[in-house]
């Protein structure tokens, strides 16, 4: 990385979830139940709750841990009316804000960051809106400045959160005095629904509630190990846009998830990252992939020539907290960072990938930096400046 590219970094995070956990293989009986168990449909969903990578993820809504017969979610069985849109807005109002606010809080103090140091504030999620939004609550309840800078993005997808990482470290690099926070919240299992059709099932194997946050300024700033930010890249695949497609419904958010995704992800994504690879240099040590399912992880791995060191992390996270959508690649990268402090490990390279509708490709180049190597090039930074 170039001096002014490494010169911002990722100085804190934060990660929460919600109380209640979705074990796989319950919410999968629930399911099944709700489905009638000897249907082509249950026994389909059996098959992909089984196979999916997941263990466990969590949810806000706990009527979802319900039998079937009592369960709104799963009205085939229960008879009971399914829950509408208006009232999946309500749980999304009433669990979103507690969430995000966990994380942010988390990330300020990973990163010693006082509420009045921060000048931007990003907000992403999909699975949810009301106004006053999302970030005004932030801001009053971690009292930051009422002039912060508030950008939301809204329904964006499972790639916005790494978007969002991506147009901080742009803040940070054009203004030397910015501090930038991010805040994710996902609440995508209020969204789950019953139906036989296959897409709905697939969608709802494997998502799950989560908020992450991340505090992005310069390196200097940071007395612990950080990750230094490369220049985002963005990219759309061409004739894809019918692949990944999520709609308002009058019963929650309708999915369509193609089963091409994952063929279609292995077989472009290399050659986008070719002109940021080193021409026969060895892999580098860190690729933080967005968990969008097993499907990609494997995709990935035998595209690019990865090994399960480099693919483990989104694996664990994908097995423990299923796809938070924009919220998960903090997750991982939390995972990656933990794992290389215990390790003691040196400066390491890499990427981190995240991917949405479009089907859209985010990419950021990072740099792991050990406690002196974050002060180092703080320090070098500051130097280059007075130059």
């Known amino acids: ?10 100085l804190g995070i934060g ?3 919600p109380d209640h956990i979705l074990d796989q ?9 709700a489905l009638g168990s000897t249907t082509d449909a249950a026994r389909w969903a059996k098959r992909i709750f089984k196979k999916c990578g997941v263990q466990t993820r969590y949810t806000c809504e706990p009527e979802l841990l319900m039998p079937a017969a009592n369960n709104r979610y799963f009205a085939q069985l229960s008879g009971l009316p399914v829950p509408t849109t208006a009232e999946r807005m309500a749980a999304y109002k009433r669990a979103a804000a507690p969430l995000a606010l966990q994380a942010a809080r988390k990330a300020m103090a990973d990163a010693g960051v006082e509420p009045e140091a921060v000048t931007h504030l990003l907000t992403v999620s999909c699975t949810g809106q009301f106004l006053p939004g999302l970030d005004t609550v932030l801001v009053r309840q971690l009292g930051l400045s009422l002039s912060v800078n508030r950008i939301p993005l809204t329904f964006l997808g499972c790639a916005a959160g790494l978007k969002a990482i991506g147009m ?7 203004h030397a005095d910015a501090v930038v926070l991010v805040v994710s919240v996902e609440l995508c299992t209020i969204h789950m629904q019953s139906s036989p059709d296959r897409e709905a099932l697939f969608g709802a194997s494997f998502f799950g509630d989560g908020a992450s946050s991340c505090v992005i300024g310069r390196a200097g700033q940071a007395s612990g190990p950080v990750f230094a930010l490369g220049e985002a890249h963005s990219g759309l695949m061409p004739d894809t846009a019918g692949e990944m497609i999520w709609e308002v419904g009058n019963f929650g958010y309708d999915l369509y998830l193609s089963p091409r995704i994952a063929q279609l992800i292995g077989n472009r994504i290399p050659g986008q990252l070719a002109p940021l690879l080193r021409e026969d240099g060895p892999l580098p040590g860190i690729w933080a992939i967005h968990p969008g399912g097993k499907g990609i992880i494997d995709a990935l791995e035998e595209a690019l020539g990865l090994s399960a060191r480099h693919t483990r992390f989104s694996r664990d996270v994908l097995r423990d907290y299923g796809n938070m959508s924009s919220a998960t690649i903090l997750f991982v990268l939390e995972a990656i960072r933990q794992a290389f402090v215990r390790e003691s490990a040196a400066r390491t390279e890499g990427f981190c990938l995240a991917f949405g509708p479009g089907l859209s490709c985010e990419t950021v180049p990072i740099t792991y930096l050990p406690a002196t190597g974050a002060v180092a090039i703080g320090a070098e930074a500051r130097a280059a400046s007075h130059a």
């Open 25 to 33: 293989s319950e919410t999968a009986q629930r399911l099944t139940d």
């Open 1 to 10: 990385m170039e001096l002014s590219t490494a010169s911002v970094a990722m």
């Open 15 to 17: 990660t929460a979830v």
């Open 168 to 174: 901080s470290r742009d803040i940070v690099a054009g």
